[in-house]
């Protein structure tokens, strides 16, 4: 799908990492500094668990505690983001919606997006703290649709993981990989 195909859609929604930027963050180096937090400070054996169940099963400070180990190593990781071929669509859709929807917390998607001069072409953010639910669940599908003003049928949504094809299934959103998307 190229630039031309997505114009048939009011609403072009992209998750970020791995779709648009890569974060640079070492994502076993944090699950074993979260599981090691949990563990020392609460007594908590979380292992086996990914970030994201780590997340979702905790509550109070086991959840704040955790949410400030990955929140640090995401602005660490959006510092030295870089541009992936799907984010050179961006100045192309102008005159469309465009929306992203990410795990990451807010402060990293807006460095990440900063940094790699993104920003400007980006209409609505859900981040991991703008939902009560993260993907595969379609609420911050559906928050960033509404936040753009659109019907479910005008929007699309991009992105590189069998979770964003998951999340577009459930909220009612044609998918496309960034493996079928051509920037020109």
């Known amino acids: 799908m190229n630039a031309q195909a997505l114009r048939a859609y009011r609403a072009i929604i992209f998750d970020l990492d791995g779709t648009l930027v890569v974060l640079r963050i070492d994502w076993m180096a ?3 500094e979260m599981l ?5 400070r609460f007594g908590r054996d979380l292992s086996g668990m990914t970030v994201w169940q780590m997340l979702r099963s905790s509550k109070g400070p086991t959840k704040e505690a955790l949410e400030e180990v990955l929140q640090l190593r995401e602005v660490e990781g959006a510092r030295a983001a870089e541009k ?6 961006l100045p192309s ?3 469309r919606g465009v929306g992203i ?8 998607c807006i460095i990440a997006l900063e ?15 703008d939902s009560e639910r993260l993907k595969p669940d379609p609420e911050p599908l559906l928050k960033c649709i509404q936040l753009l003003g659109v019907r479910v049928s005008e929007a699309v ?6 979770r964003d094809r998951l999340t577009a299934e459930r909220a009612g959103v044609r998918f496309v990989h960034t493996r079928d998307i051509r920037p020109r």
């Open 93 to 95: 859709l102008t005159d």
């Open 157 to 162: 949504f991009i992105g590189d993981r069998e």
């Open 36 to 40: 090691s937090m949990a563990q020392e």
């Open 101 to 108: 929807v990410s795990l990451n917390s807010k402060e990293s």
């Open 84 to 89: 992936l071929p799907a984010a050179d669509l």
């Open 30 to 32: 944090v699950k074993r």
């Open 115 to 129: 940094r790699t001069g993104l920003a400007p072409h980006v209409n609505a953010l859900v981040a991991r703290e």
